[in-house]
């Protein structure tokens, strides 16, 4: 580590302050706090002294998100050879969804990661580690059969719009990661539903059969999956979404850690749950007779509210608050399903639009609490008089 240490000095050497290159140093210095912890501290204001930075507290979020990414890329070959009817192994299903994903995942971080350089130059301030979750969640809640060019767009569209219209890492109101989904669904609308686009094409058959659990319902037709398979994830889907099992392993890390807000993720199931079961006793369509446990299962509903629900920047803060978000966030995904048979997924709508009123909820929350101590003083007036 030393001789790269060295090495990276050397190479910074042009681009230090007062030298020629110094308008371009934010480039350089990221891969530096990229490889190394950063070596400068606060110098002005209040600050805590704490040893999770911005950059560990990304790689914590990638590291919960491997399970059901590796599980996604396993599962896109699992679905192609099914389709096929071809005899496959474990590794010939894994080699196919890696031809499929990984690229998806290169140029989601090529495009990225090009325009946070070029903002960090232009604005002269450092490159903030917030794109390194966001450049493998939007590959992940995608269809695999996207165009690259269509990722690509995607999330431009969401690093121009959703994060550097904002003021960039820490200022966003929406999830960045799904505004690219909501980009690519609402301009390409062919491409992010129907019954060809979950599943892997094969050349040597006419039609696919890979039509989305929601989907079907949606269309008034019975599903034949069992609860075990919706569970562990042998189902057609985004990329990364299918498996809850392996999408709750990654929350257990986040809650574990302290990254993400259990009160969050347990709200948003609870409302999940709740709604899922009073459509359950009307019971009018296809949508509201699925058993509620099962739309717990089935989409983006566990991958939604456990990694995107959950982003620090775009969800309330306020400890009440984040219960009521939750809780609206679950709430809102099964409606939509049930009452929007054009989008039946309903977990990407009901995040961006909470992210929309997650200010205004945290903001009545804290002047609760200044209403009621302020009650609380003046009875103590009161008392005291």
Not at 6 to 21: A, L, R, S, T, Y
Not at 85 to 105: N, V, Y
Not at 184 to 202: C, D, Q, R
Request: charged share 15%.
């Amino acid at each position: 580590m030393k001789i790269l240490r060295e090495i990276i000095d050397k190479v910074k050497g042009p681009f230090q302050k007062g030298e020629k290159f110094e308008k371009f140093a934010p480039a350089v210095n990221a891969f530096d706090t990229f490889l190394f912890v950063p070596n400068h501290t606060t110098k002005y204001g209040s600050h805590i002294r704490d040893a999770v930075d911005l950059k560990r507290t990304m790689v914590t979020v990638i590291l919960a998100l491997l399970p059901a990414l590796i599980y996604g890329i396993y599962n896109t070959g699992y679905q192609y050879y099914y389709q096929t009817g071809e005899e496959f192994t474990f590794l010939d299903a894994f080699i196919h969804g890696s031809l499929k994903i990984i690229p998806m995942i290169i140029v989601s971080y090529v495009v990225g990661l090009t325009i946070e350089f070029g903002f960090a130059v232009y604005r002269g301030h450092e490159v903030n580690e917030g794109y390194l979750v966001t450049g493998l969640l939007i590959p992940m809640i995608m269809p695999v059969d996207i165009p690259l060019w269509m990722v690509g767009l995607s999330v431009a569209f969401a690093v121009f719009i959703a994060k550097e219209a904002f003021g960039g890492t820490g200022m966003n109101i929406l999830n960045p990661a799904l505004t690219a989904r909501a980009f690519a669904f609402f301009a390409y609308p062919t491409y992010m539903s129907g019954n060809k686009v979950w599943v892997s094409e094969a050349s040597n058959i006419d039609s696919i059969s890979g039509e989305t659990i929601l989907g079907s319902l949606a269309a008034g037709q019975q599903v034949d999956f069992s609860t075990s398979e919706m569970f562990f994830g042998s189902i057609p889907g985004s990329i990364a979404e299918t498996s809850t099992l392996w999408v709750l392993a990654g929350g257990l890390v986040l809650i574990l850690t302290g990254v993400g807000s259990w009160r969050i993720i347990l709200g948003g199931f609870l409302g999940a749950s709740i709604a899922g079961i009073l459509f359950n006793l009307w019971g009018l369509n296809e949508l509201m007779s699925f058993s509620w446990i099962n739309h717990l299962f089935v989409g983006g509903l566990a991958f939604g509210i456990i990694f995107m629900a959950t982003d620090p920047v775009s969800a309330a803060q306020t400890v009440k608050g984040k219960w009521i978000y939750g809780i609206l966030v679950g709430v809102f995904c099964i409606l939509i399903r049930v009452f929007n048979p054009a989008y039946p997924e309903g977990v990407m709508l009901a995040i961006l639009l909470m992210n929309v009123f997650a200010p205004t909820i945290d903001h009545y929350v804290v002047e609760k609490n200044i209403n009621r101590r302020k009650k609380r003083w003046a009875l103590n007036q009161i008392k005291t008089a």
